[in-house]
């Protein structure tokens, strides 16, 4: 799963993830709709902006280590002082822009982990 509310952005990732041989994911603009989505599917990965349209993802991230679904956190946004830092204990980060090759790396890396 992809939570990123930028369209030029997650079109980028989308691309990029294609050419690194990733496919079946599903790109979701809001914490609502992410929300949503939880509730009915358990993906193997999720890869989310901290901030979106309709808020933050912290949400997001709070069910994402409830369920044990591994995430990444991709942001050009610093980590939030005033967040939980246990939200973010065992994530992965890595800010944007970066390079393709690197994130899809990092991603099968996360993935290789649990």
Not at 23 to 49: I, Y
Request: net charge negative; no cysteine; charged share 25%.
């Amino acid at each position: 799963m992809l939570l990123e509310d930028q369209p030029l952005i997650s079109l980028d990732i989308e691309e990029a993830l294609v050419d690194k041989g990733m496919s079946n994911f599903v790109t979701l603009r809001s914490q609502k709709e992410a929300m949503a989505w939880l509730e009915q599917s358990s993906p193997d990965f999720v890869l989310l902006d901290l901030y979106l349209n309709d808020g933050d993802s912290q949400p997001v991230l709070v069910s994402l280590q409830k369920n044990s679904i591994p995430f990444m956190i991709y942001t050009g946004s610093e980590k939030p002082p005033e967040w939980n830092a246990e939200l973010f204990e065992g994530s992965e980060w890595m800010s944007k822009p970066s390079d393709p090759d690197a994130l899809a790396d990092r991603i099968r890396t996360r993935l290789a982990i649990t």
